[in-house]
């Protein structure tokens, strides 16, 4: 298997290995790309850091590295194996360009929030960065990704939004739409870590956590049909698709996290299959 993984290592993308090759093995499956996701393989015991700060190494030597979508074009991995070893990358982050998405005919109140709203809305951001700070040795996220319902991509990762023709903070998710009620499927395995009836931007709002504090978010539920500490597995009904919170109309919007790196969801599924 070491041998094996030894050939692969050259031909990884987007990679620099710095120095002379170290006597442990560290592979990365996925591309370097601002929105995007890889996993790691390395020797157990090895202590990774990418860019200073140190990131979850499973028993088995699984670990995660994610790329939010405004990235640099370079990020530094460092490895210290078990038997002393040590290894130095440059990865290589592709740039991406994103659209400009303007969206009219919101309620005022929605996009620019009274100083009582703000109230609210800093509570419900508390609660959301609270469930997406989880980080426990789960691996959830080993099984891969599926599409949480088909539909119409309406909505799409890093696109700036420009809301009744104010600027705003740019998109984080894919956005399906559907009529309410459609049933939204769990994409991975996981544990429900928050669900809300009615937050003041994202409507019926839950997250799942899928391990290494990766998470996904869905947003604008009508109806959440699990509960905090529900274990799901891929495949299960989890919600309706709604119109709640900031909407112009019926859909999904599904975010994923790494921790504090939001990533593109589509970068994990591929393009949808009608």
Do not use: C
């Not at 890889?38 to 200073?52: K, N, S």
């Not at 009744?164 to 894919?174: L, Q, T």
């Not at 399906?176 to 809300?196: F, N, Q, R, W, Y």
């Amino acid at each position: 298997m070491r041998a094996l993984l030894k050939r692969l290592l050259p031909g990884i993308a987007g990679l620099i290995v710095a120095g002379s090759a170290a006597s442990a093995t560290l592979t990365l499956d996925g591309k370097p790309t601002q929105g995007a996701l890889l996993i790691g393989r390395t020797e157990p015991g090895t202590r990774v850091t990418v860019d200073g700060d140190t990131v979850r190494v499973s028993e088995g030597g699984v670990f995660l590295v994610g790329f939010g979508r405004d990235a640099p074009a370079t990020a530094k991995l460092e490895a210290l194996f078990p038997d002393g070893s040590r290894e130095q990358r440059e990865l290589r982050v592709a740039q991406r360009s994103y659209d400009v998405q303007r969206i009219d005919g919101l309620p005022p109140r929605k996009v620019t929030p009274s100083e009582e709203d703000m109230v609210r809305i800093r509570k419900e951001i508390a609660l959301v960065k609270k469930a997406r700070s989880r980080d426990d040795a789960r691996e959830d996220f080993l099984a891969g990704f599926r599409w949480p319902l088909k539909g119409r991509i309406s909505g799409v990762y890093g696109s700036q939004r420009i809301l009744n023709g104010k600027p705003r903070r740019p998109h984080f998710g894919v956005d399906i739409a559907a009529p309410v009620g459609t049933l939204v499927h769990s994409p991975a395995d996981g544990l429900v870590t928050l669900t809300h009836e009615d937050m003041f931007f994202s409507g019926g709002t839950l997250i799942i956590d899928h391990g290494h504090g990766l998470s996904s978010t869905f947003i604008h539920l009508n109806a959440i049909l699990v509960k905090e500490g529900d274990r799901v597995r891929q495949g299960d009904p989890i919600a309706e698709v709604g119109a709640t919170g900031r909407v112009s109309g019926p859909h999904l919007d599904w975010r994923m996290n790494l921790l504090g790196n939001r990533l593109d969801p589509q970068l994990l599924v591929g393009p949808m299959v009608p």
